[in-house]
């Protein structure tokens, strides 16, 4: 019995059809992939996720996707660089026991549990445990007890100042205004030489910390806030006041690429507090003190 023979042509136009073909598959695919990967990043960042003014090594980050919240992780400072929300008011806000601290598997680095034991910083959220709990549920709060969610910061702060400004947030501003879009991070000195060996471990200690709240209405309003690592805690809220501006200036950041030039110019380069409510509750304990 003789064989066939396929000619070389022939079997070359069939594996070119049959890659092509392959090809066309992770082409959709990616393109599906990229489109919900896409929309899923707007529902949770208002006027796009934050880029950057002049992009360097030191800003070379990742978007790691959570239940309710992006993270933009670095892993040359080993550290979230900005952490962006969406909050809505829900008729009863409740949230499960905390769970338990665990390590990110996609962080290029080991960030264990306990790797700031002994340091005399806390594991601070940025994407909160009680507001991400209340508004998208458990999953999401257990999405915010991963390292990459965290930051080292002074007990005073993570435990009194910082946690009053996110109470704020949740109980009051969201109530007020139903949505909020948040964005929060760290500040690091200007100089990246001056805090090399600043670290828990393997993470860049920063200097400080912002939040940014945004009420994402027709005419958009906004403040925002920086505060350092050296406070007492029961500092008003209003004392660390900043325009968006600012924290732009300290952290190279563009928050909202999307935002017009002119609505820009003015909801990122004034402190406007009316409408807010904040004198009556800048001063207002915190949950757990």
């Known amino acids: 019995m003789t064989r066939r023979r396929i000619p070389i042509r022939s079997r070359w136009r069939r594996q070119a059809r049959r890659f092509g073909i392959s090809l066309l598959f992770v ?86 549990a306990d790797s700031y034991f002994g340091s005399g910083y806390d594991r601070g959220h940025l994407a909160p445990n009680y507001a991400i709990a209340v508004v998208h549920g458990r999953e999401a709060q257990r999405d915010t007890f991963t390292m990459s969610n965290m930051s080292p910061q002074r007990p005073d702060l993570n435990r009194r100042l910082w946690q009053r400004l996110e109470e704020v947030v949740i109980d009051h501003f969201v109530p007020r205004f139903g949505v909020v879009q948040v964005i929060t991070g760290p500040v690091f000195p200007p100089r990246w030489l001056d805090n090399v060996t600043n670290r828990v471990g393997l993470v860049e ?79 207002l304990p915190g949950r757990f003190q």
């Open 205 to 283: 200690v920063p200097e400080a910390f912002y939040k940014i709240i945004v009420v994402p209405a027709e005419e958009p309003r906004a403040l925002a806030f920086l505060m350092p690592q050296e406070v007492s805690g029961g500092e008003p809220l209003d004392d660390y006041l900043v325009s968006i501006d600012e924290v732009e200036a300290r952290t190279g950041l563009d928050f909202f690429p999307r935002l017009p030039g002119e609505v820009a110019e003015v909801l990122e380069g004034e402190v406007v507090t009316e409408g807010w409510g904040l004198d009556e509750v800048a001063r």
């Open 27 to 112: 082409v959709v695919g990616s393109g599906l992939w990229y489109a919900q990967e896409r929309d899923y990043r707007d529902q949770l960042s208002w006027m796009g996720v934050p880029t950057w003014e002049a992009p360097s090594p030191l800003t070379l980050h990742r978007v790691l996707r959570n239940q309710g919240f992006l993270v933009g992780w670095s892993d040359v400072r080993v550290s979230p660089l900005w952490v962006s929300y969406l909050l809505h008011a829900v008729e009863e806000p409740r949230a499960g026991a905390r769970p338990d601290f665990r390590r990110d598997w996609r962080t290029l680095w080991p960030i264990a």
